[in-house]
């Protein structure tokens, strides 16, 4: 099948039905790619998101018993199939080549568009209870080893006591507001509400172990 090509606001040539793209309709109509006739995900990166667009996937409408919240079934939101013919093919568009700069074109997403508006609460659900499972196996009064971030948004690690339960915070990152779990770790005795005992673990940097009691004699 022929590339149908048109010319897009962006600036490019495109294939309408595959999406493969170039600078020029000259070096489109050199293309060598025999276009699939369906949409296709373009770029040296390539993924695509595949959700259903009906039914329940939840544990308790299968009877899974898997007690891990985020857990459901279907397909993956990301592709990891290496044979997958959406993500996997041969085009030689210049997107594909890395010549052209289309960013856009490197996510296909079959999805209604009322789902695609809950796809961040999605992704926010899951991730709170991640970190509320982790929070879960520690209390006041552990002496634990954390990674995460201080009230400047460095990276810190910090070992000490535990000063009081860990609790979901929100916080700002990066100029939007996120989910975070907050600890408040020092020596015993010291006052949890000040603010260089805090350290916040976030998705990107979220961990935290038990960690055994100095030796006394070093």
Known sequence: MEHPIRFQPEGRYQCIACRAAWRTEAAARRSTFICPGVPLAHGPTREHRIFPKSGDRTCRSWGCEEPDPSH?????????????????????????????????????????????????????????????????????????????????????????????????????????????????????GTDPAKRRTWVTLLSEAASMEHTPEPDSGK
């Open 72 to 188: 459901y079934h279907g397909p993956d939101p990301f592709c990891d199939d290496t044979a997958c013919r959406i993500c996997c093919h041969a085009c030689d568009c210049q997107v594909c080549e890395g010549t052209l700069h289309a960013p856009q074109l490197t996510v296909v997403e079959d999805i209604p568009e009322y789902e695609l508006n809950q796809i961040p609460r999605r992704r926010t659900a899951r991730l709170v209870a991640a970190l509320q499972a982790m929070a879960d196996d520690y209390s006041a009064g552990d002496r634990i080893t954390a990674v995460g971030y201080n009230i400047h948004g460095l990276e810190v690690t910090r070992t000490g006591y535990l000063l009081t339960d860990p609790r979901l915070v929100r916080v700002r990152r990066h100029g939007a507001q996120v989910r975070g779990l907050r600890l408040c770790i020092g020596e015993r």
